[in-house]
């Protein structure tokens, strides 16, 4: 208790949106969808847990909806460990009502309605996040939209246009677009200019994801996208290029990259091992990089989060970018919605509603 703030030590309350002056007191334990073993779908369970208390630096937020994301499918089978310290429960990005503040926390956060990037544990009906790495939730974004930005937003931000450079007028390729990360690389790079090239495995795919705003779709089990993207440039090639498949997905990304181009790989779909022709990557003085969101620092997630506030969210609070939203399912239902992930049938996000 010594890192709580007087808030939330004095019985953990926090004044109650609708309440005025009555007090809304938080349950001592929660309804949350735990991983019981690593396997399917099938071993998430419903448990019940503490409620966490914010430490200095954090909120506790009264999690209305949490989005659901491949993370959290690979996590759950086993393949993708939480970070030292992270929370074991699987989520990475909620939306919800602040309730209680820790140390350091401005008060003006209480009832506040935000959403955030998170550590894990999303899927719970109460979670801790740094104050820091919230974002206010503006009026008319309904809870649900607002669970399913701050990962796919942050991801998409941090990539294509700070590891890919991206610029106005540049091409930007992006793999799996009807994904919850393919359908905000099309909404984000139309807002700041880019032409927009995405892959897909059906013709609806491609229909959606051209009414989503990408300019080209292409059905990569119909045609060849190397070529297809080389005849669409004019044979220069993307200029940046957002790959969630690596394995043999690398070389061929490289072939249809313009020079200078920038291959940004941010998931291994496809598998992790890659041959590429580095000759060829060095003529045409191309990067390849890469990362990973989850595992970097509070204060990168910080920093990260900040840019978000001040370069993109104004587009939000103008109704210009939201999300394009799939299937909501019940907290209870978590293994149908990462069955639905899994099939790969979804557009856009998919999210569960807890609150």
């Known amino acids: ?13 926090a004044p109650n949106i609708e309440g005025g002056d009555l007090a809304e007191t938080i349950p001592e334990t929660m309804r949350v969808m735990a991983i019981s073993e690593p396997g399917g779908p099938e071993v998430l369970r419903l448990e019940h847990r503490p409620v966490p208390r914010p430490a200095v630096g954090e909120v506790l937020v009264r999690v209305s909806h949490a989005g659901v994301n491949r ?3 690979l996590q759950r089978a086993g393949l993708y460990a939480p970070p030292p310290g992270a929370n074991d429960l699987p989520g990475l990005e909620i939306a919800g009502t602040v309730v209680a503040i820790g140390a350091g926390v401005e008060p003006e956060m209480l009832n506040q309605p935000v959403c955030a990037l998170t550590d894990g544990g999303g899927y719970a009906e109460y979670c801790c996040v740094a104050a820091e790495r919230c974002l206010p939730v503006p009026e008319g974004l309904p809870m649900a939209e607002a669970a399913a930005m701050p990962e796919t937003l942050l991801t998409v931000w941090h990539n294509v246009f700070e590891r890919g450079c991206a610029r106005d007028g540049e091409v930007l390729l992006v793999h799996g677009g009807t994904s919850g990360i393919g359908t905000m690389a099309i909404k984000l790079g139309k ?44 044979g220069k090639g993307a200029n940046v290029i957002l790959d969630m ?68 969210w104004p587009a939000v609070i103008d109704g210009e970018l939201r999300p394009e939203m799939d299937e909501s399912f019940a907290l209870e239902d978590a293994a149908n919605a990462h069955a639905r992930m899994e099939a790969g049938d979804h557009i856009g996000k998919i999210v569960l509603q807890i609150g």
Do not use: W
Request: some cysteine.
């Open 71 to 73: 993370p959290d499918c």
């Open 245 to 312: 498949v690596a394995g043999d997905y690398t070389q061929r990304n490289l072939t249809c990259l313009a020079e200078d181009g920038r291959l940004v790989v941010i998931a291994v779909l496809g598998g992790a091992r890659a041959e590429i022709n580095v000759a060829r990557l060095m003529l045409k003085r191309q990067t390849l990089t890469g990362s990973t969101l989850r595992a970097r620092s509070d204060a990168f997630k910080a920093l990260l989060t900040g840019e978000i506030l001040a370069e993109v």
């Open 1 to 13: 208790m010594g890192h709580l703030s007087r808030c939330a030590q004095l019985l953990f309350t």
């Open 191 to 234: 807002l700041f200019g880019l032409t927009v090239i995405v892959t897909c495995g059906t013709a609806d795919k491609c229909a959606a994801a051209l009414r989503i705003g990408a300019d080209h779709a292409l059905n990569y089990r119909e045609s060849d996208f190397v070529a297809e993207v080389k005849t669409l440039t004019g």
